[in-house]
């Protein structure tokens, strides 16, 4: 299956201005990084899970034939992508065969962390692309099928779907969505409900200050959101993926939904700009969300990115909040704003 044109110009902006500026570079993933969780660390340390790990480890053959209803014609194989089905030793899918009496059936899916929710933002813009395409973002507490916050499929086979902060893409042969999706809905039930790190030795790095997780405590964070899975830790830069010397502060609640707050401390009123035209330019492909209005505060400036993050400038200063991928409402995302921003000094 071949994305489009368009819908491939699209995504890449969207996911290359996620990806822009962390802190942490992701390690590329390798054969031996498929270590599901690590030991419990002691200290504010959280414990974490790999998401540098082998496609195919996140179910075990016996659990893909059963989500599938099917036996395997195959050994799960790891492949380059969902489109390119040639093995790879460091691919970034899962490659699964299952009996058809015609054409060979397959499911390719990928797993990885969707960080700002740019794949998202990217796929609900398909529509002016693809007449066909099909979409539905979860409202409030209602999941689809109790489980999804968005599902997508586009002509071809390709389905995108979010739980959380954690995305899945996934290609399928000519009627094989509802099978596949199967697969997709049992791998992420069995996903340990923790957050991500790229290096198994990445969240005990020694943090050094300004310190972005003194602007919400966890009580105040739990105000808002409810419980948290582990204490406020610190991530990389505009990602809930652990690192000790992050530049982000991430507030796990479980279901794999984090809120992520970005200080910027010096030059913020010219990433500000830059940001505002950035998303601009994404809105004009994909669509994306409007400006608060008459939204008024301890601030000077404040918008809404097209991957749904709230931006507030207070001088030079700025702060950037992550809440579509948590469990903060509009509300209470600017409840934990006002309060973040009345520290960011």
């Not at 890449?12 to 498929?34: N, Q, R």
């Not at 997780?213 to 652990?242: D, F, H, M, N, W």
């Not at 982000?248 to 970005?262: E, I, M, N, Q």
Request: proline share 6%; with cysteine; net charge neutral.
């Amino acid at each position: 299956m071949t994305i489009p044109y368009g819908v491939r110009g699209s995504l890449a902006l969207a996911i290359s201005i996620a990806a822009c500026g962390g802190d942490k570079p992701k390690d590329a993933a390798t054969p031996d990084s498929s270590a599901a969780v690590a030991a419990q660390p002691s200290g504010d340390i959280p414990r974490t899970q790999s998401a540098t790990r082998d496609p195919c480890s996140w179910i075990s053959r016996a659990g893909a034939e059963k989500a599938l209803g099917a036996t395997l014609l195959s050994v799960p194989t790891r492949v380059r992508s969902i489109n390119n089905t040639n093995t790879s030793v460091t691919g970034s899918a899962c490659l699964y065969e299952v009996p058809s009496s015609g054409a060979r059936r397959l499911v390719s899916i990928e797993i990885a962390p969707d960080e700002s929710g740019a794949l998202q933002a990217a796929f609900m813009g398909m529509g002016s692309v693809e007449e066909e395409f099909k979409g539905s973002e979860a409202k409030a507490d209602t999941l689809i099928d109790g489980r999804w916050d968005f599902v997508s499929e586009m002509p071809g086979g390709l389905t995108a779907a979010k739980s959380g902060r954690v995305a899945v893409q996934m290609v399928t042969s000519l009627g094989g969505s509802d099978q596949g999706m199967k697969l997709a809905s049992a791998i992420i039930d069995g996903i340990p409900d923790l957050p991500f790190t790229n290096d198994p030795g990445d969240p005990a790095v020694a943090p050094h200050d300004p310190d972005p997780c003194k602007l919400i405590t966890r009580t105040e964070a739990e105000a808002q959101l409810g419980p948290l899975v582990v204490a406020p830790y610190r991530s990389a830069k505009g990602t809930a993926i652990a690192y000790g010397n992050g530049l982000s502060c991430s507030y796990f609640t479980g279901k794999h939904r984090a809120l992520v707050v970005t200080p910027k401390w010096t030059h913020g009123a010219d990433m500000f700009r830059m940001l505002g035209g950035v998303a601009a330019r994404v809105a004009e492909k994909v669509g994306g969300a409007a400006a608060p209005d008459t939204l008024e505060g301890s601030w000077d400036q404040i918008s809404i990115g097209s991957d749904g993050t709230m931006h507030v400038l207070k001088g030079d200063k700025l702060l950037s909040l992550q809440y579509k991928s948590s469990a903060a409402n509009y509300a209470k995302a600017v409840a934990l704003v006002r309060t973040a921003i009345s520290r960011l000094k």
